[in-house]
T-cell receptor, first 115, second 117 residues
């Protein structure tokens, strides 16, 4: 299993540009989510999905869109990048169900710089 | 809403010694899970240890153990026989067992741990 994969690893954008951060998992996990990590603030939840076709907002959803057309993929879209979106982005996935299925597995992260 | 607080921005320890990282949380829920994640310079998030709130017994994973005090809402991580490879940022995280917050992790601010030779 490759686990959770993310592409690209690093990206530089100009203000106003759009892009999609890719996330894929091969563990047949129902639950997938996106977090952003900023200095001194830990990780914060952007959007999440409990299964194909179902998405919902997390703590900091503004400026981001998501969709979940398959179990494996959960892309994160920035429609018009802003400097405030400079961050490290993590995708995570887990099985649904009772503990110990509650462990979330994280991808390697995407570092995004918006100029 | 839940909050997680790590009051130690940075800690240091000598190799082979023991160090304890602190974490407190606030919730009105009774059933939840707690985690410690390690983030080395590679940025990969690595699960260190996890604890179910309904279990009184503290979780242990090799050199890592927790002191879970549910009434005090405290969840500290003890690292014994510290190794240079333990140098990393450590995050405490909370997750509800059900309801509308199901699956959502709430993280603390992190503690940078440096192990000195």
């Amino acid at each position: 299993n490759a686990g959770v994969t993310q592409t690209p690893k690093f990206q530089v954008l100009k203000t106003g540009q759009s892009m999609t951060l890719q996330c894929a998992q091969d563990m047949n996990h129902e639950y997938m989510s996106w977090y952003r990590q900023d200095p001194g603030m830990g990780l914060r939840l952007i959007h999440y999905s409990v299964g194909a076709g179902i998405t919902d907002q997390g703590e900091v959803p503004n400026g981001y869109n998501v969709s979940r057309s398959t179990t494996e993929d959960f892309p994160l879209r920035l429609l018009s990048a802003a400097p405030s979106q400079t961050s490290v982005y993590f995708c995570a996935s887990k099985k649904t169900g009772y503990f110990p299925r509650e462990t979330q597995y994280f991808g390697p992260g995407t570092r995004l710089l918006v100029l | 809403a839940q909050t997680v607080t790590q009051s130690q921005p940075e800690m240091s320890v000598q190799e082979a010694e023991t160090v304890t990282l602190s974490c407190t949380y606030d919730t009105s829920e009774s059933n939840y899970y707690l985690f410690w994640y390690k983030q080395p310079p590679s940025r990969q998030m690595i699960l260190v240890i996890r604890q179910e709130a309904y279990k009184q017994q503290n979780a242990t994973e090799n050199r890592f153990s927790v002191n879970f005090q549910k009434a005090a809402k405290s969840f500290s991580l003890k690292i014994s026989d510290s190794q240079l490879g333990d140098t990393a940022m450590y995050f405490c995280a909370f997750m509800n067992a059900g309801g509308t917050s199901y699956g959502k992790l709430t993280f603390g601010q992190g503690t940078i741990l440096t192990v000195h030779p």
